[in-house]
């Protein structure tokens, strides 16, 4: 049976995970993410180097921006428990600006993710996981057939 407690706290995650999502995500407010994750966390999703802290994410939330400035995280679904909170989305967008070496397309995306972060006891993000559906991205905005 959870507690008030322990209700309360998969209500703060889950409403920190949809602020880094659409504030640093879909806004570009990266001062979001010194917020809510903490210095040393970790990015399982990211390539080797790309991994530890908060500077990758900011590195992450430019290029995301430049190449689709209106890109939009769609929320499909939210589940907590304890210090984990996982989230099915939509991401969707129009290809704008370079990204991974091509230049814009102007074709319009959307693509299934999934995100699942784990909170520390300070309340901040401590570690992500993420599945996304690269290959419809990629798929959509032409770079690939």
Known sequence: METTSTTAQAERNKAAMRRVYAEAFDQGRTEVLDELFAPDAVNHTAPPGHRDGIAPLHAL????RTAFPDGRTEIEDMAADGDTVVMRNWYAGTHLGPFLGHAPTGRAFRFRQIHWMRFGADGRIAEHWGVRDDV???QQLGIIA
């Open 136 to 138: 419809a991205h990629l």
């Open 61 to 64: 939330v430019a290029m995301l």
